[in-house]
């Protein structure tokens, strides 16, 4: 959903807009003392626009492309488990990366398009919780997955000799449980002080997604310590997943470039271009939503997260699929597969019809 480490956005947002450190100097609007504050229950998201005939618009056109991403990702993972070419860690990997694409957009899409459709935007507090933790984890654990996919890529061309005894099954299994779980804990530490703070006063999100920063800012005690737990998991997870990706590409340069033959490295680049493309896409998005000059709640940057949160994920599967000659050649033998099945299918068809006009014919 290339992920898209919604963390990592929260960091460049505190960053940009000084919310990480501002609360150690700004006013405490604790419930301290007033008794007349009422906890909130429910938030009210804005969405993208608040005019009905542009989300009626809108409605259409971000349903096909939600049901567009289900429908990619999820062949592309059928399209893996039955072809017995790509069980390789590699495609292992990549049908991780597509479930994890599915659950992301599965956690913002609907809801979005269901406020297309409504005229009070309003959402409880534990749904919007709920959805801050689904959609962080899978935006964690696809930050984590995308590093073990550098690194996968690293083995095969740094060292191809040793890269099924490195490899193995267990170990890749091991791999992307360590995605998940470091995504899973990663985002439960951050929800749970986040949303454990007191909300008393103002509950407008100016986003069409429960997103930390603007939550945060609806406080009425000091979030300092949520936006530490925030800023640190960012480092470790968000930064620490793209270092890695770094150093393990800067190892796969170095490994191309002793490669003598043009051949031979330009073989070897094209077996991690898919996953270049896709973390550049990723990273250099959420850079662009969070590293730009304006604020955080302006059409621009609404529009730029729309593209980073629905297009990245139906974006994925298409980037992987249009550069891979295995994948390529899979569908072809699917989609042969399916041709002669159903060519069979119509001789039967049609053999039936001709017997039951002649016994007509005999009949009459």
């Keep these: 959903m290339f992920l898209i480490d919604k963390t990592l956005r929260i960091l460049f947002a505190g960053l940009h807009h000084g919310e990480l450190f501002q609360s150690q100097v700004a006013p405490n609007r604790s419930m301290e003392g007033d008794g007349n504050h009422t906890s909130v229950d429910m938030f009210i998201l804005l969405g993208l626009s608040d005019e009905k005939e542009l989300q009626l618009i809108l409605f259409p056109v971000f349903l096909g492309i939600y049901i567009v991403t289900l ?13 017995s070419n790509l069980q390789t860690p590699m495609y292992l990997f990549l049908s991780s990366l597509s479930f994890i694409d599915i659950c992301y957009s599965s956690s913002i899409s609907p809801r979005m398009l269901s406020d297309f459709l409504r005229d009070e935007k309003t959402i409880s507090f534990f749904a919007c919780a709920t959805q801050y933790f689904a959609a962080d984890w899978m935006g964690l654990a696809e930050c984590c997955l995308l590093a073990t996919m550098a690194y ?62 603007q939550i945060v800012s609806l406080s009425c005690s000091n979030p300092f310590i949520c936006q530490m737990i925030v800023f640190l998991v960012a480092i470790f997870v968000g930064l620490g997943s793209l270092l890695v990706i770094l150093l393990s590409y800067g190892f796969i340069a170095a490994s191309i470039l002793t490669i003598s033959s043009v051949k031979g490295s330009a073989k070897a ?44 994920p139906m974006l994925n599967p298409l980037i992987y699929s249009l550069r891979n000659k295995d994948i390529k050649e899979a569908l072809k033998r699917l989609i042969k597969r399916w041709h002669i099945y159903l060519s069979k299918n119509n001789i039967c068809t049609a053999f039936i019809i001709t017997m039951r006009k002649i016994d007509v014919r005999i009949y009459k």
């Design 152 to 213: 996968d890529r690293y083995v095969a061309i740094g060292s191809p000799l040793q890269y099924s005894a490195i490899m193995v099954p267990g170990r890749c299994w091991k791999l992307i449980a360590v995605a998940y779980g470091s995504g899973f804990l990663s985002s439960l530490v951050q929800t749970v002080p986040c949303f454990h703070l007191s909300y008393c006063g103002p509950n407008i999100i100016q986003h069409f997604v429960c997103d930390i920063p």
């Design 269 to 312: 680049f094209n077996t991690c271009a898919s996953h270049l493309a896709a973390v550049t896409l990723s990273y250099g998005t959420a850079l662009s939503v969070y590293v730009h000059p304006g604020s955080s709640q302006s059409m621009k940057h609404k529009v730029l997260s729309v593209f980073y949160v629905i297009f990245v």
């Design 71 to 83: 429908m990619w990702n999820l062949g592309l993972i059928i399209l893996i488990r039955i072809n």
